[in-house]
């Protein structure tokens, strides 16, 4: 027996249910003091980041809390949301339960943009690699999508798919063959960035995610219904009146961005796409209306609090993190799916 | 193919990995995988039997004339069994465990050495080494001249006032020298505190603790050629840091104070003179009133 | 008032091959069935219908425009397919898919209203399948979901219904109920289109057949005209007898034996 359609009131509550583990998680980042394994790093106490965070507080919590602290847990917030939406997007377009934006070998070319930049040694004051990050993403962008028509101009979703995942394997050759190019040192530098950290995070990129997840939002929840009606197939939605078309090239456009900036900004961090959309999906089902918004709350939650035991694990890579979470969670899948 | 040895092997040391090797009593046909390696042999003055070294192993400029046996992260075994070594010296840091065994199965002698942490460590390496070239004389005579100027150095400091020091390898994301590594000795003995201690090894650090750390002195550790302003080399957001606030930035060179070698004797003495001027900075400050923290 | 569905010496082509020209006129609560072989251009002739082919002579006319001009919505909200259905990859219930034909009704973030449930609720009931509403699809059989395509296209409420093959899955108290649905449908004034290999439900639902061979028409007229031994045999190639369906008197098909 499945639950009925999906009603204002059940919308309105989940959002406000997801929106109050957001704030919840924001405020335990923000004021937190991860000791734990980071035995001698110097740590602000609670008392002083909660006065600082209201206002008041000395210069020294100030600048911790305001110039380091809120960027960055901002940071986390906004690539957490960006890539959960990107893969609440994805399933049911792809139709597929198990797709992650990373397939669309955009983050590939987000990674490889950026790897290549650092160690050439490019960088635009205060943004890192991010440009050319952005530039190696959208270079993957084009390069998939234009494998991915057939005959027609049409966008086959199969044919995504291996576009991707060749595009993703021949840029990950390129991340390799750039790392075994630079010295020691560095190499190991590289594969730190690819591993994900928000250690340096600015106001500025968290503003830029943000932007690019509220924009993508606006862009899609109007054909949040559209995309329920393509879960089931292009041909059952053409039926209804949906243009196909038109909303996978929106869908795919805003995935592609969406994973551009946060790879740019954050390096490559995965589940999220994969694990929090699919989550919302068994916990509250299968309607894209409230999905999108609930995998953005989720999303930003999760790794809002990645990033916290990251800090607590001594900067551990956050990519570590979230991977540690997301291996058990499909264990549990698969476990689940072998008694059902 | 087992290769037969130029000089017959006459006695049986143990190294690192708990091998036996065989080597001869005044091994002639020496090659060394790392950089820190080379130098200690010239250091003892057995340079001249050197027949191979690795490809960054460029110092003293004598060593850069020597044949290259590849990369420190992959030496080539065909270059070097094709020099025909009598004793192949490697580092757990940096050379792959993989080569000796290689090397091991083609008869040739390889010896691993795993340097110890800290000072303490190089002392051990260079006695080590000094044992298999056939050098103990001038092994012990390294290990006290560096003991002594270590010692001078920590005398001259102790009158300065005591000052906090962060010694990083890297700046994006931080990564500071912590307990074990020989930085943190230097420190000691330059009477600093190792103000981003976080940790063994090498821990990596947030902007946030850095910050709070407050070091009053930056030692730039990575390799990086200097540039104009060190002090800008952090980044905008570094600028509370009384550090980058003072212009206590300092770039270290990578001879001596990137490798583990007895230069580093003489390193410690160069470290004083740059917290010496470090500390007069920020006593200037302190007494226009501007205040450190 | 526009007529339902016309086709003026429409032609389409699909690649290779050619469809027409074709005329034919729907008119409101009424039934026109179109046969032939497999390959001869069935499924093109709905494509056209819904303008997801444009003519490439002639002309096409769905509710008085052409309807490869018309965005997509709105051909929906004017006819509504009924297709073989694959089973969903995703977890959905019977109701939720009846009421994505009420898409076109709705705007926004389209979330149903009273009136869209009623009209979802009405339409699984109109094929019996009002036990099915809150079933996962993917467990149903492939009797149940047909029917559930079916009520889908009937709560999209528009005039002209195209229905491609769907009698395929069905029983026989399946088939017995779409014709009665389809008698139902007619007596409410819509217009119906029915592709369909099952010939006897061609001869007892609909006034005007349409055989086609090979993208082009090789009779049309009443039932009793065109579904005769001569003209069969010439489409399919098989040998057939004729006799008339006991109640209707319309014809009969049966394959002649060996």
């Not at chain 1, 929840?221 to 559209?226: E, N, T, W």
């Not at chain 2, 091994?27 to 200690?40: F, G, H, K, N, Y």
């Amino acid at each position: 027996m499945m639950r009925g359609p999906l009603t204002a009131r059940r919308l309105g509550a989940s959002i406000l249910i997801s929106g109050m583990l957001l704030a919840g998680m924001l405020a335990l980042a923000l004021i937190a003091n991860p000791r734990a394994l980071a035995r001698d790093a110097p740590q602000l106490p609670m008392r002083r980041a909660v006065e600082a965070l209201a206002g008041g507080g000395d210069e020294t919590a100030r600048l911790v809390i305001w110039r380091f602290r809120v960027p960055r847990v901002a940071l986390a917030a906004a690539t957490g949301a960006a890539l959960a939406l990107a893969g609440a997007l994805l399933q049911p377009v792809m139709r597929n339960p198990l797709a992650d934006p990373y397939v669309l070998g955009v983050s590939s070319g987000a990674a490889l943009g950026a790897v290549a930049a650092l160690s050439i040694g490019l960088h635009v004051a205060g943004a890192g690699p991010a440009i050319f990050a952005t530039l190696g993403a959208a270079l993957a962008a084009l390069l998939t999508f234009g494998l991915a028509r057939d005959a027609e101009g049409r966008l086959v979703g199969e044919r995504l798919v291996l576009a991707g995942v060749v595009l993703s394997y021949l840029l990950a050759a390129g991340i390799m063959w750039v790392v075994s190019l630079s010295p020691a040192a560095q190499g190991q530098h590289l594969l730190f960035w690819l591993m994900g950290s928000f250690a340096s995070a600015s106001g500025a990129q968290a503003l830029a995610v943000a932007g690019c997840v509220v924009a993508s939002l606006l862009l899609v929840m109007p054909q949040a219904s559209a995309v329920n009606l393509m879960a089931v197939s292009d041909e059952h939605a053409a039926d209804a009146g949906v243009a196909v078309e038109r909303v996978k090239r929106v869908v795919f456009v805003a995935c592609a961005v969406l994973v551009g900036v946060a790879v740019a900004a954050a390096g490559s961090i995965g589940f999220v796409g994969l694990v929090v959309p699919h989550g919302t999906r068994l916990a509250l089902g299968s309607d894209a209306r409230l999905g999108l918004p609930v995998s953005v709350l989720c999303g930003a939650a999760f790794l809002v609090g990645a990033d916290l035991v990251s800090r607590a694990f001594g900067e551990l890579p956050v990519g570590v993190v979230t991977a540690t979470c997301g291996a058990p969670f499909f264990l549990l899948l698969l476990l689940r799916r072998r008694a059902a | 193919m087992i290769m037969p040895p130029v000089v017959a092997p006459a006695r049986s040391v143990v190294d690192a990995t708990g091998t036996a090797v065989e080597i001869p009593e005044t091994p002639q046909r020496v090659m060394a995988l790392a950089p820190d390696l080379t130098e200690i042999v010239f250091a003892l003055g057995r340079g001249h039997r050197m027949v191979g070294a690795c490809d960054v192993c460029d110092e003293p400029a004598p060593a850069s004339h020597l044949p290259e046996t590849g990369s420190m992260e992959s030496p080539s075994v065909e270059a070097i069994a094709l020099l025909r070594p009598d004793l192949v010296l490697a580092t757990s840091e940096g050379n792959p465990r993989a080569v000796l065994e290689r090397l091991r199965a083609l008869g040739i002698p390889a010896f691993g050495v795993q340097p110890g942490p800290g000072l303490d460590g190089v002392a051990t390496t260079v006695e080590t080494l000094g044992d298999l070239l056939d050098a103990r004389v001038e092994a012990t005579r390294l290990v006290v001249d560096m003991r002594a100027r270590i010692a001078e150095t920590r005398a001259l400091s102790a009158t300065r006032k005591r000052l906090r020091a962060c010694v990083l390898a890297w700046t994006d994301p931080l990564i500071a020298a912590g307990h074990g590594t020989y930085f943190d000795d230097l420190l000691d003995v330059v009477n600093a505190e190792n103000a981003c201690a976080a940790g063994d090894g090498w821990p990596r650090l947030s902007r946030e603790s850095f910050v709070l750390a407050a070091p009053q002195v930056i030692l730039l550790a990575t390799g990086q050629p200097p540039e104009a302003s060190p002090a800008r080399s952090l980044g905008d957001w570094a600028g509370a840091v009384p550090a980058v606030r003072d212009e206590a930035v300092f770039v270290l060179s990578p001879r001596p104070f990137l490798r583990p070698t007895p230069a580093l004797g003489a390193g410690a003495a160069t470290l004083r003179t740059l917290l010496d001027a470090a500390a007069l900075r920020t006593d200037a400050r302190e007494r226009r009133g501007d205040g450190t923290r | 008032m526009s007529e339902p569905l016309v086709l003026r010496d429409a032609v389409a082509r699909r690649g290779d091959f050619t469809l027409g020209p074709l005329t034919l006129e729907l008119e409101r609560g009424h039934a026109l069935a179109v046969i032939g072989p497999n390959a001869s251009g069935k499924s093109t002739l709905v494509a056209l219908a819904r303008g997801d082919l444009a003519p490439a002579s002639g002309s096409v006319s769905l509710l008085g425009d052409d309807p490869s001009r018309l965005p997509r919505d709105e051909v929906a909200r004017r006819a509504a397919v009924v297709r073989q259905g694959q089973p969903p990859r995703l977890p959905i219930s019977a109701l939720e898919l009846v009421l994505h034909g009420r898409h076109v009704h709705l705007s926004g973030l389209r979330l149903p209203r009273e009136q869209d449930l009623a009209a979802a609720r009405d339409a699984l009931r109109s094929v019996d399948a009002e036990a099915l509403a809150s079933r996962d699809l993917r467990t149903l059989s492939g009797g149940e979901l047909q029917r559930v395509l079916v009520a889908r296209a009937l709560a999209q409420e528009s005039p002209v219904l195209l229905l491609d093959e769907p009698t395929t899955s069905l029983d026989l108290g399946g088939r017995a109920e779409l014709e009665h649905l389809v008698g139902a449908l007619l007596a409410a004034g819509r217009a119906l289109l029915l592709v369909t290999h099952d010939l006897d439900l061609a001869a007892s639902a609909c006034e005007w057949v349409i055989l086609l061979r090979g993208g082009a028409v090789m009779a049309e007229g009443a039932p009793a005209d065109v579904l005769t031994p001569a003209h069969l045999e010439a489409a399919h190639g098989v040998a057939v007898d004729v006799d008339l369906q006991p109640g209707t008197g319309r014809p009969r098909v049966s394959l002649r034996g060996r």
